[in-house]
């Protein structure tokens, strides 16, 4: 069974505790990185002058404490890294963070919706976006 190791555990542990229930169920069943949780002003400053992010401290998902947002991806042992190009594979981990979300919301276990960077208006295409941030998973009020 894949679990975290040292680096993703103490990312996710800076994130909300939603996203921690949601990626403790996800590393059950499918390996993956936890690669940014919390990122002070700093760091938010790094990812948007790298065009990681489109918004400056303290505007990200990223900034509060617990995080909002948390950047994570499927993680291949033959590779023992992420495959960053293959925009598949973070499609179909994207569909299973999404699915375990709206099961653990469904039965009381998270309070939050979760909303996926290569889809940010949810309407299950990634075509009509202009930012694609394919490891980006923030939590968005339940209405």
């Given at each position: 069974m894949p679990k975290f190791g040292?680096?993703?555990?103490?990312?996710?542990?800076?994130?909300?505790?939603?996203?921690?229930?949601?990626?403790?169920?996800?590393?059950?069943?499918?390996?993956?990185?936890?690669?940014c949780g919390h990122r002070n002003k700093a760091d938010q400053q790094q990812a948007f002058n790298a065009s990681l992010s489109q918004v400056q401290f303290p505007n990200s998902k990223h900034n509060s404490m617990p995080s909002m947002a948390t950047d994570a991806g499927p993680y291949f042992t033959e590779l023992k890294n992420t495959d960053w190009e293959d925009i598949k594979a973070f499609a179909t981990?994207?569909?299973?963070?999404?699915?375990?979300?709206?099961?653990?919301?469904?039965?009381?276990?998270?309070?939050?919706?979760?909303?996926?960077?290569?889809?940010?208006?949810?309407?299950?295409?990634?075509?009509?976006?202009?930012?694609?941030?394919?490891?980006?998973?923030?939590l968005i009020k339940v209405n």
């Amino acid at each position: 069974m894949p679990k975290f190791g040292k680096t993703s555990t103490a990312r996710l542990q800076s994130c909300h505790p939603d996203l921690q229930a949601i990626f403790t169920v996800v590393i059950q069943s499918l390996d993956c990185s936890i690669f940014c949780g919390h990122r002070n002003k700093a760091d938010q400053q790094q990812a948007f002058n790298a065009s990681l992010s489109q918004v400056q401290f303290p505007n990200s998902k990223h900034n509060s404490m617990p995080s909002m947002a948390t950047d994570a991806g499927p993680y291949f042992t033959e590779l023992k890294n992420t495959d960053w190009e293959d925009i598949k594979a973070f499609a179909t981990f994207a569909g299973y963070v999404k699915r375990v979300s709206h099961e653990l919301l469904a039965q009381g276990v998270i309070t939050h919706h979760i909303r996926w960077g290569g889809d940010w208006d949810g309407d299950g295409r990634t075509s009509d976006q202009t930012f694609h941030d394919l490891p980006h998973f923030e939590l968005i009020k339940v209405n």
